[in-house]
Nanobody, 123 residues
Framework: VQLVESGGGLVQPGGSLRLSCVTS????????VGWFRQAPGKEREGVIC????????YYAESMKGRFSISRNSAKKTIDLQMNNLNPEDTAVYYC?????????????????WGKGTLVTVSA
């Protein structure tokens, strides 16, 4: 299983950014997928995920209304759309997947991880 993120960079407060994760070695529909982040000096936290068991999307509370996730089975990609970004969103963002995690547990941890892409929100 390989996950490769892209799309990180510098964005101004209030701006938007779209991250993409290219997957290989998995059948996307059979895996729970999601995004996590780790800010400087903080623990990694779940951002948003889609559970393969019910197709529902789960969010960390602070991301609701600002972040969205989508997956494209044909392209084998998982995208994270981030809007109205603020400096507290600065972090390394990781794509992750797991065939066994279901439901809201997908915000806790996953089995397979990408190497991450840095997002910096600053004026």
């Amino acid at each position: 299983v390989q996950l490769v993120e892209s799309g990180g960079g510098l964005v101004q407060p209030g701006g938007s950014l779209r991250l993409s994760c290219v997957t290989s070695g998995i059948t996307l529909e059979l895996y729970t997928v999601g995004w996590f982040r780790q800010a400087p000096g903080k623990e990694r936290e779940g951002v948003i995920c889609i559970s393969h068991s019910d197709g529902d999307t789960y969010y960390a509370e602070s991301m609701k209304g600002r972040f969205s996730i989508s997956r494209n089975s044909a392209k084998k990609t998982i995208d994270l759309q981030m809007n109205n970004l603020n400096p507290e969103d600065t972090a390394v963002y990781y794509c992750a997947t797991d065939p066994w995690v279901v439901g809201e547990n997908c915000l806790n941890s996953m089995r397979y991880w990408g190497k991450g892409t840095l997002v910096t929100v600053s004026a």
